[in-house]
Protein backbone atom coordinates (compact mmCIF):
# COMPACT_ATOMS: atom_id res chain seq x y z
CA UNK A 1 0.00 0.00 0.00
CA UNK A 2 0.89 3.58 -0.13
CA UNK A 3 1.97 3.99 -4.17
CA UNK A 4 2.27 6.94 -5.53
CA UNK A 5 3.24 7.27 -8.64
CA UNK A 6 4.57 9.71 -11.14
CA UNK A 7 4.31 10.04 -15.65
CA UNK A 8 6.40 10.82 -17.28
CA UNK A 9 9.17 9.23 -15.81
CA UNK A 10 11.07 11.11 -18.19
CA UNK A 11 10.58 13.90 -20.86
CA UNK A 12 12.42 15.49 -23.70
CA UNK A 13 11.27 18.76 -23.99
CA UNK A 14 12.43 22.05 -26.54
CA UNK A 15 12.84 24.95 -24.81
CA UNK A 16 9.85 27.44 -24.69
CA UNK A 17 7.50 24.77 -24.53
CA UNK A 18 5.36 23.47 -21.16
CA UNK A 19 6.00 20.12 -19.68
CA UNK A 20 3.06 18.78 -17.04
CA UNK A 21 4.20 16.01 -14.64
CA UNK A 22 1.50 14.30 -13.00
CA UNK A 23 1.46 12.98 -9.42
CA UNK A 24 -1.28 10.44 -8.62
CA UNK A 25 -1.80 8.60 -5.15
CA UNK A 26 -2.97 4.65 -6.11
CA UNK A 27 -4.18 3.26 -3.26
CA UNK A 28 -5.08 5.97 -0.66
CA UNK A 29 -6.27 9.94 -0.94
CA UNK A 30 -3.78 12.52 -0.58
CA UNK A 31 -4.75 15.65 1.41
CA UNK A 32 -1.27 17.49 0.73
CA UNK A 33 1.18 16.97 -1.83
CA UNK A 34 4.64 18.06 -1.94
CA UNK A 35 6.49 18.76 -4.89
CA UNK A 36 10.54 18.78 -4.75
CA UNK A 37 13.12 19.43 -7.22
CA UNK A 38 16.41 17.76 -6.78
CA UNK A 39 19.34 18.81 -9.31
CA UNK A 40 22.20 16.21 -10.50
CA UNK A 41 24.18 14.93 -6.85
CA UNK A 42 22.65 17.23 -4.46
CA UNK A 43 19.46 16.84 -2.28
CA UNK A 44 15.86 17.86 -2.39
CA UNK A 45 14.89 21.23 -2.69
CA UNK A 46 10.60 21.42 -1.58
CA UNK A 47 9.44 23.87 -4.53
CA UNK A 48 5.86 23.93 -3.25
CA UNK A 49 2.66 22.48 -1.01
CA UNK A 50 -1.00 21.78 -1.90
CA UNK A 51 -3.66 21.08 -0.47
CA UNK A 52 -6.44 19.26 -2.36
CA UNK A 53 -9.25 22.23 -3.65
CA UNK A 54 -6.78 25.02 -2.87
CA UNK A 55 -4.25 27.23 -4.10
CA UNK A 56 -0.44 25.72 -3.72
CA UNK A 57 1.60 27.65 -1.21
CA UNK A 58 5.57 27.88 -2.88
CA UNK A 59 8.66 28.32 -0.89
CA UNK A 60 10.63 31.37 -1.17
CA UNK A 61 12.36 31.39 -4.64
CA UNK A 62 9.98 29.76 -6.41
CA UNK A 63 8.22 31.28 -9.52
CA UNK A 64 4.54 30.54 -9.10
CA UNK A 65 3.83 31.51 -12.63
CA UNK A 66 6.67 29.16 -14.01
CA UNK A 67 5.65 26.32 -12.30
CA UNK A 68 1.99 25.86 -12.17
CA UNK A 69 0.87 23.26 -9.51
CA UNK A 70 -3.12 21.58 -9.29
CA UNK A 71 -4.53 19.75 -7.01
CA UNK A 72 -7.80 18.75 -8.05
CA UNK A 73 -8.91 15.54 -6.82
CA UNK A 74 -7.36 13.37 -3.66
CA UNK A 75 -5.68 11.25 -6.00
CA UNK A 76 -3.77 13.62 -8.34
CA UNK A 77 -1.60 16.62 -8.30
CA UNK A 78 0.09 18.10 -11.51
CA UNK A 79 3.00 20.32 -12.06
CA UNK A 80 3.33 22.18 -15.01
CA UNK A 81 6.80 24.27 -16.49
CA UNK A 82 5.36 26.50 -18.72
CA UNK A 83 8.09 28.53 -20.99
CA UNK A 84 10.58 25.59 -19.93
CA UNK A 85 13.91 25.95 -20.58
CA UNK A 86 17.20 24.36 -20.00
CA UNK A 87 18.24 25.62 -16.63
CA UNK A 88 14.52 24.11 -15.65
CA UNK A 89 16.29 20.70 -16.52
CA UNK A 90 15.84 18.71 -13.11
CA UNK A 91 14.79 15.83 -11.77
CA UNK A 92 11.12 16.61 -10.02
CA UNK A 93 9.89 14.56 -6.99
CA UNK A 94 6.28 14.09 -5.98
CA UNK A 95 5.24 13.11 -2.71
CA UNK A 96 2.14 12.31 -0.92
CA UNK A 97 0.45 12.45 2.42
CA UNK A 98 -2.87 11.07 3.52
CA UNK A 99 -5.63 11.47 6.25
CA UNK A 100 -6.14 7.96 6.53
CA UNK A 101 -2.46 7.00 6.95
CA UNK A 102 0.20 7.80 9.54
CA UNK A 103 -0.61 11.58 9.26
CA UNK A 104 3.31 11.96 9.79
CA UNK A 105 4.27 9.85 6.88
CA UNK A 106 4.98 11.29 3.80
CA UNK A 107 5.31 8.77 0.47
CA UNK A 108 7.33 9.45 -2.48
CA UNK A 109 6.54 9.22 -6.06
CA UNK A 110 9.64 7.51 -8.37
CA UNK A 111 10.32 10.91 -10.24
CA UNK A 112 10.24 12.41 -13.78
CA UNK A 113 13.64 13.70 -15.07
CA UNK A 114 13.00 16.38 -17.35
CA UNK A 115 15.12 17.60 -19.89
CA UNK A 116 15.28 20.96 -21.96
CA UNK A 117 16.93 21.18 -24.94
CA UNK B 1 13.12 26.37 11.79
CA UNK B 2 14.03 22.89 11.82
CA UNK B 3 16.70 21.05 9.62
CA UNK B 4 19.34 18.46 9.53
CA UNK B 5 23.19 18.31 8.90
CA UNK B 6 24.22 15.39 7.46
CA UNK B 7 28.22 15.03 8.05
CA UNK B 8 30.12 14.01 4.63
CA UNK B 9 29.04 13.91 1.58
CA UNK B 10 30.71 10.91 1.02
CA UNK B 11 31.09 7.69 2.94
CA UNK B 12 33.42 4.62 1.60
CA UNK B 13 33.22 1.60 3.50
CA UNK B 14 34.89 -2.12 2.51
CA UNK B 15 32.30 -4.96 1.92
CA UNK B 16 31.44 -6.48 5.42
CA UNK B 17 32.61 -3.34 7.98
CA UNK B 18 30.52 -0.92 9.74
CA UNK B 19 28.25 1.45 7.84
CA UNK B 20 28.06 4.90 9.75
CA UNK B 21 26.53 7.60 8.68
CA UNK B 22 26.20 10.75 10.41
CA UNK B 23 23.19 13.15 10.90
CA UNK B 24 22.59 15.80 13.24
CA UNK B 25 18.96 17.75 13.78
CA UNK B 26 17.75 21.20 14.81
CA UNK B 27 14.53 21.53 15.91
CA UNK B 28 13.25 23.90 18.69
CA UNK B 29 10.30 20.59 19.57
CA UNK B 30 10.99 17.04 19.29
CA UNK B 31 11.15 16.37 15.98
CA UNK B 32 10.53 13.01 13.77
CA UNK B 33 13.20 11.84 11.93
CA UNK B 34 13.65 10.15 8.93
CA UNK B 35 15.86 7.99 6.74
CA UNK B 36 15.44 7.67 3.03
CA UNK B 37 17.75 6.09 0.35
CA UNK B 38 17.60 6.95 -3.28
CA UNK B 39 19.43 4.69 -6.18
CA UNK B 40 20.28 6.33 -9.09
CA UNK B 41 17.69 7.82 -11.39
CA UNK B 42 14.89 6.79 -8.89
CA UNK B 43 12.77 8.24 -6.13
CA UNK B 44 13.36 7.71 -2.66
CA UNK B 45 12.82 4.73 -0.45
CA UNK B 46 11.86 4.95 2.94
CA UNK B 47 14.59 3.12 5.57
CA UNK B 48 13.17 3.79 8.79
CA UNK B 49 11.85 6.22 11.10
CA UNK B 50 12.05 7.89 14.58
CA UNK B 51 8.84 9.23 16.05
CA UNK B 52 8.96 9.39 19.58
CA UNK B 53 8.47 5.61 20.49
CA UNK B 54 11.52 3.72 21.15
CA UNK B 55 14.76 5.76 20.29
CA UNK B 56 16.47 2.39 18.87
CA UNK B 57 14.80 2.32 15.48
CA UNK B 58 15.19 -1.13 13.15
CA UNK B 59 14.55 -0.70 9.38
CA UNK B 60 14.78 -2.49 6.30
CA UNK B 61 17.92 -4.03 5.01
CA UNK B 62 19.05 -4.54 8.09
CA UNK B 63 20.07 -0.25 8.79
CA UNK B 64 19.14 1.00 12.06
CA UNK B 65 19.20 4.17 13.89
CA UNK B 66 19.41 5.78 17.47
CA UNK B 67 18.00 9.21 18.25
CA UNK B 68 20.22 10.92 20.69
CA UNK B 69 17.96 13.83 21.89
CA UNK B 70 21.07 15.05 24.24
CA UNK B 71 23.44 15.04 21.19
CA UNK B 72 20.58 16.25 18.90
CA UNK B 73 22.02 13.25 16.27
CA UNK B 74 20.57 10.31 14.27
CA UNK B 75 22.96 9.04 13.10
CA UNK B 76 22.06 5.51 10.37
CA UNK B 77 24.50 2.56 11.24
CA UNK B 78 24.76 -1.53 9.29
CA UNK B 79 27.03 -3.95 10.94
CA UNK B 80 27.83 -5.44 7.48
CA UNK B 81 27.70 -3.72 4.51
CA UNK B 82 26.99 -5.23 1.33
CA UNK B 83 27.67 -4.08 -2.47
CA UNK B 84 23.79 -3.06 -2.69
CA UNK B 85 23.66 -0.84 0.41
CA UNK B 86 26.09 1.83 -2.41
CA UNK B 87 23.14 4.17 -3.19
CA UNK B 88 22.72 8.20 -1.36
CA UNK B 89 21.17 8.38 1.89
CA UNK B 90 19.24 11.19 2.78
CA UNK B 91 17.84 12.25 6.34
CA UNK B 92 14.80 14.37 6.74
CA UNK B 93 13.06 15.93 9.88
CA UNK B 94 9.42 16.92 10.55
CA UNK B 95 8.10 18.48 13.61
CA UNK B 96 4.70 18.10 12.87
CA UNK B 97 1.92 16.52 10.97
CA UNK B 98 1.27 19.61 9.09
CA UNK B 99 4.74 20.31 7.78
CA UNK B 100 6.96 18.62 5.04
CA UNK B 101 9.82 16.99 5.18
CA UNK B 102 13.14 18.62 5.14
CA UNK B 103 16.04 16.66 3.82
CA UNK B 104 19.64 16.82 4.29
CA UNK B 105 22.42 17.18 1.59
CA UNK B 106 22.87 13.22 1.48
CA UNK B 107 25.37 11.12 1.97
CA UNK B 108 26.71 9.07 -1.05
CA UNK B 109 28.07 5.68 0.37
CA UNK B 110 30.53 3.67 -1.77
CA UNK B 111 31.33 -0.27 -1.02
CA UNK B 112 34.30 -1.34 -1.77
CA UNK B 113 34.84 -5.36 -3.23
Known amino acids: GAVVSQHPSWVICKSGTSVKIECRSL??????MFWYRQFPKQSLMLMAT?????????EQGVEKDKFLINHASLTLSTLTVTSAHPEDSSFYIC?????????????FGPGTRLTVT | AQSVTQLGSHVSVSEGALVLLRCNYS??????LFWYVQYPNQGLQLLLK??????LVKGINGFEAEFKKSETSFHLTKPSAHMSDAAEYFC???????????FGKGTRLSVIA
Open chain 1, 27 to 32: DFQATT
Open chain 2, 27 to 32: SSVPPY
Open chain 2, 50 to 55: YTSAAT
Open chain 1, 95 to 107: SARSTGRTPYEQY
Open chain 1, 50 to 58: SNEGSKATY
Open chain 2, 92 to 102: AVRVSGNTPLV
